[in-house]
């Protein structure tokens, strides 16, 4: 059954995936903004269209971004250009410093890791006990506090 809804989630992703976000594709390739891939160490966790691990930062408790300044060099947010198109369980939020929108997953936006160097990559998990790869399905994979937002399944 999860299988399945897998599937179907993957089908619903790239129909809502652009390949104008984050990099070129090739031509008419439409890739989903935000999909999951089993990573070493870490499981079945959330990435990008690029197949880039994606973290969420647990000192965002209220959904916000904080992580601005010196802050987003280590930790490059996850924008894109648009909101629309995008699956229930991924949406966006404004950024505080004007850095545009930022994907946001069951509630949590998303993040980059400086530190990743290829997409098979999950280097930032537990960085400073706060920082956690977004583990398909919600939660976190390695720890940190979970909402109860987090507590519904999307098939990831």
Known sequence: MRLL???VLALVLAACGSSSEGGSAGAGA???LVSSAQKAKVGRVVVDAQGRTLYRFTAEAEGRPV??????????????????????????VDRPDGGGLQLTYDGHPLYRYAGDHSAGDANGD????????????GGSASGGATTTESKRSYGY
């Open 126 to 137: 537990g960085v400073g006990g706060q920082w956690y790869a977004v583990k398909a399905g």
């Open 67 to 92: 992580c601005t300044g010196a802050c987003v060099k280590t930790w490059p947010p996850a924008t894109v250009s648009k909101s629309s198109g995008l699956p229930d369980h991924v949406a966006t």
């Open 5 to 7: 809804a897998i599937a």
């Open 30 to 32: 439409a890739k989903a």
